[in-house]
């Protein structure tokens, strides 16, 4: 039978399986996955396979979803195949996540799919994207401008390697028609979703209006798209392997960000700089579906002609910052913290400080104002302070932060705390941490600048003359 010749063929060029393999195969009840079961239950005693059912209940179409998955369970025990049947509320999982019901519907069935094959002990994951899927998935990149990794398509297999698994897909040579022709030879009374024939969602316009309107203009479109993605695919994987061994070469991680070696990945082609960029994002966020290639080209900019200070916001609370002779792309996301770009950052190890006076940060586009008064001054914002001037005599400086520094933060009764778990507490951007400027008085922090001063040099009842530091932007003309 072509279908079960074909799927043999896939399996054995691409490596879906091996000998011994423990499969979850994910069943909806559609046609598809009702073809992807049939098969593989054909196949499991030659690939010598032990095959898992399971079937996510979306609750999305009410009775229709129950009913669903009441006859994958019914399919399964006439079939003598063990199942897993669970249902999450995909329509609250997307308003709790803000994402649409199409994309929490795929985090829910992928996280109960990994849940399941650890649950049973599998190694691989079989799902039923076909040819079509395939076809309809090259187009929607394209039309949302996608670079080589999305241009190729889907994968016949995918490495998950937080778990570890393989997701495979057999049916990516197969049909739609093909499918519906197998399901009739074999007497397979598969479900429909009549969600699939919602035209509020972009894939079924595409599939019901724009694919049709383009086969006018070009009958062998689906081939054409299908050959294009498997010679992307190809294209993609020599890319790769370039980016790689530039990403070992110029790129290290430290403390939970990724700093790139400036001057080496100037030198790049911009393929590779682009390609380093997508490896970090990936290796700090494990997912790159969300990474637009707006965001990586502008962060690429950044990096490639910004001076020191200059930043970049990622997708995903990523932010990439720019230093001398390196760049950093960082978690700035715990909670709401300030952007990098707004941080003033000490380029140097340490400066000296005026009491009175105005005094411009190193290759910086921040100025320091001091003064003193006999009256309080008024606190204008987060990176204006006021001391009490006599508990700040001595010698004054800038620096940035050290191992084991600490200090007594303001509130705290005069209890220490080190500058690291404080900068954890207050969610100051990793990216920052290490060039914030540090307000010294013989030795002692006074103030972590733009967040707590120390109790020791505060504004009392008895405070006779009062200390003011502004950090400002310079005003561009």
């Known amino acids: 039978m072509a279908v079960l010749a074909q799927v043999r063929t896939t399996i054995a060029e691409h490596n879906l399986f091996a000998r011994g393999d423990k499969v979850v195969v994910a069943v909806s009840g559609g046609p598809d996955s009702l073809t992807l079961l049939h098969v593989l239950r054909a196949l499991r005693q030659e690939l010598e396979l032990d095959l898992f059912v399971a079937h996510l209940n979306h609750k999305l179409r009410g009775s229709e979803s129950d009913a669903d998955a009441q006859f994958v369970a019914w399919l399964a025990q006439e ?81 998950i390697t937080h778990y570890p698994l393989t997701i495979v897909r ?44 383009l086969e006018t203009l070009n009958p062998n479109l689906r081939q054409t798209l299908t050959r294009m993605s498997h010679a992307i695919a190809d294209d993609y994987d020599f890319v790769q392997r370039g980016v790689h061994a530039a990403y070992a070469r110029i790129a290290r991680p430290v403390e939970g960000a990724i700093v790139f070696d400036r001057a080496a990945w100037r030198a790049l082609h911009p393929a590779l700089q682009r390609g380093t960029l997508r490896a970090a994002v990936q290796q700090l966020r494990g997912d790159l579906r969300d990474i637009d290639w707006t965001s990586i080209e502008d962060a690429r900019r950044v990096a490639l002609e910004k001076s020191a200070g200059a930043a970049a916001t990622l997708p995903q609370g990523l932010m990439l910052v720019v230093g001398y002779t390196d760049f950093t792309i960082a978690d700035t996301a715990r909670g ?21 006076g105005a005094f411009e940060l190193p290759d910086s586009d921040w100025v320091v104002y001091t003064e003193s008064a006999n009256r309080k001054l008024e606190t204008a914002d987060r990176w204006t302070a006021v001391l009490d ?78 200390w003011q530091i502004t950090f400002r932007k310079k005003e561009k003309h």
Not at 108 to 130: D, P
């Open 389 to 466: 001037f006599e508990k700040c005599a001595g010698k004054i400086y800038l620096r940035r932060r050290r191992a084991g520094d600490r200090f007594q933060p303001a509130g705290l009764g005069g209890h220490t705390q080190t500058l690291h778990e404080f900068m954890i507490n207050e969610k100051i951007p990793r990216a920052a941490r290490a060039l914030l400027p540090l307000l010294v008085v013989n030795d002692q922090i006074a103030w972590v600048c733009g967040w707590r001063v120390d109790e020791r040099v505060c504004v009392t009842d008895e405070t006779r003359v009062f």
């Open 170 to 213: 057999p049916l990516l040579d197969v049909t739609r028609a093909e499918i519906e022709a197998y399901c009739k030879q074999n007497y397979l009374t598969p479900h429909y979703d009549r969600s699939n024939l919602d035209m509020t969602f972009f894939r079924n316009r595409l599939r019901q209006e724009t694919l049709p309107y």
């Open 336 to 356: 709401a913290p300030m952007p990098a770009q707004s941080v003033p950052l000490l380029r140097v190890e340490r400066v000296d400080l005026p009491a009175q």
């Open 79 to 159: 079939w003598n195949l063990p199942a897993t049947i669970e249902a999450r509320d995909v329509a609250a999982l997307a308003e709790e996540k803000r994402l649409s019901v199409e994309e929490a519907a795929r985090h829910a069935r992928y996280a109960f799919l990994g849940e399941v094959a650890q649950r049973v002990g599998a190694n691989v994951i079989a799902v039923a994207h076909h040819a079509d899927d395939q076809v309809e998935t090259v187009l929607m990149h394209f039309l949302r401008g996608a670079g080589l990794g999305g241009l190729r398509g889907i994968n016949y297999q995918l490495s």
